[in-house]
């Protein structure tokens, strides 16, 4: 089992390997690098030690309810302010830019001016506690929002690796993420294998659904979807929904060897995203680097 060093040294080598093969991505590799590393070592942290109990309805499963949302999942004494604490210096890093943000944003936290569990416990409306929160830190709300989204991204990623297991051996045919209930970041077909594999844009957590159904909207009208390639890079394709104007990133091929990490892929790919915006197609689930484009 990888201790957290040799995790962080292989997620290095994917992000190196990633931006040797797209030169173009450098950037956005680095300004995400310090987040992915910092994501790692909260994840091995005492920080998000889980104390909860999850049950499975397996009768509420099997009528398309996501574990998640069978549970409560978020409480007030959840570590909120320590993750968000602990990836101030990796958006400050990776964002320099927004250096003031950043740090107006930590203060109003550690003066509890800013109580995120308003916000993850959904006792007030998201939007407008966005809109507040930006006006506090004189800034775009969709920093706010882009914040917070790697707050939840690091909770709900390690409450799945802690809760998976409950529904194993149980068949799961919708689009959207079993554990979560959020829709796919980016697609895995293995290589000699015709599954189809969906990485959540949430949790992180990886279900098989099919090939021939868009996992947007369930359309099944073969005429109606298509894989868009790009010229000599065969491993690299984007699945469009005409029913929908949906697309979703997709690696094909993938190697049962190959070292992946989907969150580095989909940063790696990012020019997929916007030749396929550029086309009016919209994506799946909103990439990370979406409102710095």
């Given at each position: 089992m990888e201790n957290s060093s040799e995790k962080i040294a292989r997620l290095e080598k994917i992000m190196a390997d990633?931006?040797?093969?797209?030169?173009?991505?450098?950037?956005?590799?680095?300004?995400?690098?310090?987040?992915?590393i910092k994501r790692e070592q909260l994840l091995d942290s005492e920080i998000l030690k889980d104390k909860e109990v999850f049950s499975l309805d397996e009768a509420l499963f099997r009528d398309g309810k996501p574990l998640f949302e069978q549970n409560v999942i978020f409480h007030e004494d959840d570590p909120f302010e320590q993750?968000?604490?602990?990836?101030?210096?990796?958006?400050?890093?990776?964002?320099?830019?927004?250096?003031?943000?950043?740090?107006?944003?930590?203060?109003?936290?550690?003066?509890?001016?800013?109580?995120?569990?308003?916000?993850?416990?959904?006792?007030?409306?998201e939007d407008d506690l966005m809109k507040?929160?930006?006006?506090?830190?004189?800034?775009?709300?969709?920093?706010?929002?882009?914040?917070?989204?790697w707050v939840i991204r690091i909770m709900l990623r390690k409450k799945s690796q802690n809760w998976e297991t409950l529904i194993?051996?149980?068949?799961?045919?919708?689009?959207?993420c079993p554990i979560c209930g959020a829709l796919p970041g980016i697609a895995i077909i293995k290589e000699g294998?015709?599954?189809?594999?969906?990485?959540?844009?949430?949790?992180?957590?990886?279900?098989?659904?099919?090939r021939v159904i868009c996992p947007g909207c369930g359309n099944k009208d073969q005429k109606t979807m298509t894989y868009f390639l790009v010229e000599d890079k065969e491993l690299e394709s984007t699945f469009v929904c005409e029913e929908c104007k949906r697309?979703?990133?997709?690696?094909?091929?993938?190697?049962?060897?190959?070292?992946?990490?989907?969150?580095?892929?989909?940063?790696?790919?990012?020019h997929l995203d916007m030749i396929m915006q550029?086309?009016?197609?919209?994506?799946?689930a909103?990439?990370?680097w979406g409102i710095f484009s």
């Amino acid at each position: 089992m990888e201790n957290s060093s040799e995790k962080i040294a292989r997620l290095e080598k994917i992000m190196a390997d990633t931006t040797d093969r797209n030169p173009h991505t450098t950037e956005i590799i680095n300004a995400f690098r310090p987040l992915i590393i910092k994501r790692e070592q909260l994840l091995d942290s005492e920080i998000l030690k889980d104390k909860e109990v999850f049950s499975l309805d397996e009768a509420l499963f099997r009528d398309g309810k996501p574990l998640f949302e069978q549970n409560v999942i978020f409480h007030e004494d959840d570590p909120f302010e320590q993750v968000f604490l602990s990836l101030i210096p990796a958006f400050q890093e990776g964002f320099p830019k927004l250096d003031e943000v950043w740090k107006r944003l930590e203060d109003h936290v550690k003066e509890k001016k800013i109580r995120l569990y308003d916000f993850f416990g959904q006792s007030s409306n998201e939007d407008d506690l966005m809109k507040k929160w930006a006006e506090l830190a004189d800034t775009d709300p969709r920093i706010i929002g882009f914040a917070l989204s790697w707050v939840i991204r690091i909770m709900l990623r390690k409450k799945s690796q802690n809760w998976e297991t409950l529904i194993q051996g149980f068949t799961w045919d919708k689009g959207y993420c079993p554990i979560c209930g959020a829709l796919p970041g980016i697609a895995i077909i293995k290589e000699g294998t015709s599954v189809r594999w969906l990485h959540c844009s949430e949790c992180a957590h990886e279900w098989s659904f099919s090939r021939v159904i868009c996992p947007g909207c369930g359309n099944k009208d073969q005429k109606t979807m298509t894989y868009f390639l790009v010229e000599d890079k065969e491993l690299e394709s984007t699945f469009v929904c005409e029913e929908c104007k949906r697309y979703l990133i997709t690696l094909n091929k993938v190697s049962d060897l190959a070292d992946i990490d989907a969150d580095i892929m989909a940063l790696g790919l990012a020019h997929l995203d916007m030749i396929m915006q550029e086309k009016g197609f919209l994506p799946m689930a909103e990439p990370q680097w979406g409102i710095f484009s």
